[in-house]
């Protein structure tokens, strides 16, 4: 069972250029959710779907877009990288959006995006 | 005031150890209580949830959780060198979908 899967792996923009970051999940999971990490800095949310065709913004969106035409994908869009977007990029997902449930999140194993 | 504190570390140890990890917080609508375990290069994993105030015990790890003072631990009892890794606190509150605030995590490393 692969889980929550990003690629790629690594990637270095140069300032200006577009990428995708993509995330794909098989475990038929309705919320998902992209985070950066940065150093000493804990996870900030980015943004977040509770199911195909529905997303919102989270804590930091600017300079960011995402789609969620799919269950299994929710890629997330750099468009005109800028150094401030050097970071680690996590997805996740979860059965359950609210937490009482105690659905934990799953995560991938991040992509580690620097813009030069 | 950020909403949750969490010292960064790193907190160095010897195998055997008791450790005590912490969170602060301000948002007093919090009341679900996470903590994650994250290996280098590697995503977060759940280890400990708890609901409310009180104690939740798995093994060698305790979670705490004092809503009257915006206070949460993690207690990791006889630590070994594998649990070296950052923990994050993580909290929600129970409106809508809620999404989850974390801490900034704290690097723990156990030697042998």
């Given at each position: 069972?692969?889980?929550?899967?990003?690629?790629?792996?690594?990637?270095?923009?140069?300032?200006?250029?577009?990428?995708?970051?993509?995330?794909?999940?098989?475990?038929?999971?309705?919320?998902?959710?992209?985070?950066?990490?940065?150093?000493?800095m804990?996870?900030?949310?980015?943004?977040?779907?509770?199911?195909?065709?529905?997303?919102?913004?989270g804590?930091?969106p600017?300079?960011?877009?995402?789609?969620?035409?799919?269950?299994?994908?929710?890629?997330?869009?750099?468009?005109?990288?800028?150094p401030?977007?050097?970071s680690?990029?996590?997805?996740?997902?979860?059965?359950?959006?609210r937490t009482?449930?105690?659905?934990?999140?799953?995560?991938g194993n991040?992509?580690?995006l620097?813009?030069? | 005031?950020?909403?949750?504190?969490?010292?960064p570390?790193?907190?160095?140890?010897?195998?055997?150890?008791i450790?005590?990890?912490?969170?602060?917080?301000?948002?007093?609508?919090?009341?679900?209580?996470?903590?994650?375990?994250?290996?280098?290069?590697?995503?977060?994993?759940?280890?400990m949830?708890?609901?409310?105030?009180?104690?939740?015990?798995?093994?060698?790890?305790?979670?705490?959780?004092?809503?009257?003072s915006k206070?949460?631990?993690?207690?990791?009892?006889?630590?070994?060198?594998?649990d070296?890794?950052t923990?994050?606190c993580?909290?929600?509150?129970?409106?809508?979908?809620?999404?989850?605030?974390?801490?900034?995590?704290?690097?723990l490393?156990?030697?042998p």
């Amino acid at each position: 069972n692969a889980g929550v899967t990003q690629t790629p792996k690594f990637r270095i923009l140069k300032i200006g250029q577009s990428m995708t970051l993509q995330c794909t999940q098989d475990m038929n999971h309705n919320y998902m959710y992209w985070y950066r990490q940065d150093p000493g800095m804990g996870l900030k949310l980015i943004y977040y779907s509770v199911g195909a065709g529905i997303t919102d913004k989270g804590e930091v969106p600017n300079g960011y877009n995402v789609s969620r035409s799919t269950t299994e994908d929710f890629p997330l869009r750099l468009e005109l990288a800028a150094p401030s977007q050097t970071s680690v990029y996590f997805c996740a997902s979860t059965s359950r959006g609210r937490t009482v449930q105690g659905s934990p999140l799953h995560f991938g194993n991040g992509t580690r995006l620097t813009v030069t | 005031q950020k909403e949750v504190e969490q010292d960064p570390g790193p907190l160095s140890v010897p195998e055997g150890a008791i450790v005590s990890l912490n969170c602060t917080y301000s948002n007093s609508a919090f009341q679900y209580f996470m903590w994650y375990r994250q290996y280098s290069r590697k995503g977060p994993e759940l280890l400990m949830y708890t609901y409310s105030s009180g104690n939740k015990e798995d093994g060698r790890f305790t979670a705490q959780v004092d809503k009257s003072s915006k206070y949460i631990s993690l207690f990791i009892r006889d630590s070994q060198p594998s649990d070296s890794a950052t923990y994050l606190c993580a909290m929600s509150d129970n409106s809508g979908y809620s999404t989850l605030t974390f801490g900034k995590g704290t690097m723990l490393l156990v030697s042998p």
